[in-house]
């Protein structure tokens, strides 16, 4: 099973919006869970959203009513659309698939 691919990052003004996509491959990662992560520099990563494998959704009080998750009908690729971004959501995003390895991460940066 290879690591899954992050990409949509960007430079973007608050209040903007972007959309990350995490591509994978391989039966585990259509049939599991997959976790949107962030890191910002000096801080801990820290859990964003979860998308279970019958497209049950879940999030972190912070981007609430702001972010969504979703997965494509072929369960290949996870999406995280974000929008009214601000500049706390600057961070290094990263996506996790239950059972499999971390992807590199897509930057986030959100200027104010």
């Known amino acids: 099973q290879v690591q899954p691919e992050e990409s949509g990052g960007g430079l973007v003004q608050a209040g903007g919006s972007l959309r990350l996509s995490c591509a994978g491959s391989?039966?585990?990662?259509?049939?599991?869970?997959v976790a949107w992560y962030r890191q910002a520099p000096g801080k801990q990563r820290e859990w964003v959203a979860g998308?279970?494998?019958?497209?049950?959704?879940t999030y972190a009080d912070s981007v609430k009513g702001r972010f969504i998750i979703s997965r494509d009908n072929a369960k290949t690729t996870v999406y995280l659309q974000m929008n009214s971004l601000k500049p706390e959501d600057t961070a290094n995003y990263s996506c996790?698939?239950?059972?499999?390895?971390w992807g590199q991460g897509t930057q986030v940066t959100v200027s104010s």
């Open positions: 391989g039966y585990i990662f259509r049939t599991n869970a």
């Open positions: 998308i279970s494998s019958g497209g049950i959704t």
């Open positions: 996790k698939p239950a059972q499999l390895s």
